[in-house]
């Protein structure tokens, strides 16, 4: 099957202050009604090995809340989602440490879908791994009155499907289950219309139902502003925007703490560039950070970077 990916050309010329460029006076006034809720997720269903559960400590050691006040945003620091910690820990398939995922996207859902009644919150989830977007869709879901588009900047396409005789992580199927119904996840489902994966270098696994989708070439191609505008000018103006950035869609030499570091990637200019766009727009909801590993970091020297693309990112 063909794969549905954006075609390649001159990006429209838009006059909306909806893809204005960050600075102009309209888009400040709405970012500026933003207030941040950073939220810990204490999440090591996605793993076999402990220590990824305190990945969000490192966002706090370095002064996340503190850099994106200096950035001028309003955020706050809510804690950490209450994740019970005796959650199974195996390697049984399909999926890894089933039925802990499930539960842990109950915990967030409850957690942020208060946030999301209240305009203007936009939780900011730190220490997760990738199918943490499970819950934060479930949330925008029973949160009501909007349409949702994820906007999944990824490595990977994350769109396993679970199979009898191998155990997949939750964070390797998390597109998929977004987009099939199954009895991992209640739903409903989205269409695949509804997802958009950008910068993978590996490929789908289930083209038969693949989401739109932008490779790392495809950016390069249209160059990362350009593409980040095409990718938002398809969404229609009413709808919620969930925006997944897992950190692995960095190039290793660039981002060596992503729990699968790949070596193929994005720059950390490249980053910054797409991000600058993407979280800048007016619709984003929740803002999720997935995939960091502390373990990985004992210089955080990563995290430091990491939270300087993110307070740049979102800088008012």
Not at 60 to 82: I, N, P, Q, Y
Request: proline content about 9%; some cysteine.
């Amino acid at each position: 099957m063909e794969r549905r990916q954006f075609l390649i050309g001159s990006a429209a010329v838009l006059s909306t202050a909806l893809f204005a460029e960050p600075g102009t006076a309209a888009l400040e006034t709405e970012i500026s009604d933003r207030t941040y809720r950073i939220l810990g997720v204490p999440l090591r269903s996605g793993s076999l090995y402990p220590g990824n559960e305190n990945d969000a400590l490192a966002y706090r050691d370095t002064h996340l809340l503190d850099r994106l006040h200096s950035a001028g945003c309003k955020a706050s620091d809510e804690g950490d989602v209450a994740i019970p910690s005796y959650l199974p820990h195996h390697s049984i398939p399909p999926i890894r440490n089933w039925p802990g995922p499930r539960i842990a996207w109950e915990c967030v859902s409850a957690r942020i879908e208060p946030f999301l009644r209240q305009p203007g919150n936009v939780p900011l989830l730190i220490g997760c791994d990738c199918s943490v977007v499970i819950g934060s869709v479930q949330a925008l879901m029973q949160a009501g009155g909007h349409d949702i588009h994820v906007l999944y900047v990824d490595g990977d396409f994350d769109d396993a499907a679970p199979d009898p005789a191998i155990s997949h992580s939750a964070a390797s199927s998390g597109v998929w289950l977004l987009t099939h119904p199954s009895p991992f996840w209640a739903g409903p489902v989205l269409k695949p219309s509804q997802v958009t994966v950008i910068g993978w270098t590996k490929p789908s696994q289930s083209p038969e139902a693949e989401p739109a989708s932008m490779s790392l070439k495809d950016l390069r191609q249209m160059g990362m502003q350009a593409a980040a505008r095409k990718i938002l000018e398809v969404i229609p103006p009413s709808v919620a925007i969930l925006l997944h950035f897992d950190i692995d869609v960095m190039r290793q030499s660039d981002m060596p703490v992503a729990y699968f570091p790949h070596p193929e990637g994005l720059s950390l200019a490249e980053t910054g560039a797409l991000l600058g766009i993407l979280l800048k727009d007016p619709r984003i909801r929740i803002i999720e950070v997935s995939e960091y590993a502390t373990l990985r970091d004992l210089d955080q020297s990563g995290i430091n970077k990491l939270i300087d693309l993110l307070a740049q990112g979102i800088k008012s």
